[in-house]
């Protein structure tokens, strides 16, 4: 069965340190991949995501992922965390060829602290 | 354009109640979702549907039922409420040319 692993459950970071969360994904064929960000309170957001083209997908806020066909991976990273940042981290793939089902990771909490 | 609303914000059921978790969207989409988020295990897809009238399994769907008799509303019920079902649920939509999902605010159900 397709699945999505994201590697890391709990980050803490300070200010201005950089974020890389890992995702590799399961699946062999044609996928679509996305980036959601939950902030406290609220519900999902995209922060970006991957169809086709340029492996390096630039999404809201400052932050990018790479995808790495060969690695099955999709990992977010942002040079400069803000403390506004802090949030929970949705890694989630959605094969081609289907309905639209996204398939989600478990999430990451990112705690950046001032 | 209010976007995608979901109806409670919290609820306490008992074992065996039943309750209807509302969801409405404004934006005309075609394709539904109910997840369902567990902590430590990421969102499941519970049910979903391509338009009105047409509804299908998600990854988890046992317990649960849903209609979708317009385009806007896409209703989920539980019949006989279990302590499993304890979850915060969340509603998306998104229309048919583009794979961006809008998410609710979510339900937060507890069932003791």
């Known amino acids: 069965a397709q699945s999505v692993s994201q590697h890391n459950h709990h980050v803490i970071l300070s200010e201005a340190a950089s974020l890389e969360l890992g995702c590799n994904y399961s699946?062999?064929?044609?996928?679509?991949l996305f980036w959601y960000v939950q902030y406290p309170g609220q519900h999902l957001q995209l922060l970006l995501k991957y169809f086709s083209g340029d492996p390096l997908v630039k999404g809201i806020k400052g932050f990018e992922a790479e995808f790495i066909k060969s690695k099955f991976s999709f990992n977010l990273r942002k040079p400069s965390v803000q403390w506004s940042d802090t949030a929970e981290y949705f890694c989630a793939v959605k094969r081609s060829s289907n309905t639209g089902k996204l398939i989600f990771g478990q999430g990451t909490t990112l705690q950046v602290k001032p | 354009n209010a976007g995608v609303t979901q109806t409670p914000k919290f609820r306490i059921l008992k074992i065996g109640q039943s309750m209807t978790l509302q969801c409405t969207q404004d934006?005309?989409?075609?394709?539904m979702y109910w997840y369902r988020q567990d902590p430590g295990m990421g969102l499941k897809l519970i049910y979903y549907?391509?338009?009105?009238?047409?509804?299908d399994k998600g990854e988890v769907p046992n317990g649960y039922n849903v209609s979708r008799s317009t385009t806007e509303d896409f209703p989920l019920r539980l019949e006989l409420a279990a302590p499993s079902q304890t979850s915060v649920y969340f509603c998306?939509?998104?229309?048919?040319?583009?794979?961006?999902?809008?998410f609710g605010p979510g339900t937060r159900l507890t069932v003791t």
């Open positions: 699946y062999g064929g044609t996928v679509n």
């Open positions: 549907s391509v338009g009105a009238g047409i509804t």
């Open positions: 998306a939509s998104r229309i048919g040319a583009s794979d961006e999902q809008y």
């Open positions: 934006m005309n989409h075609n394709y």
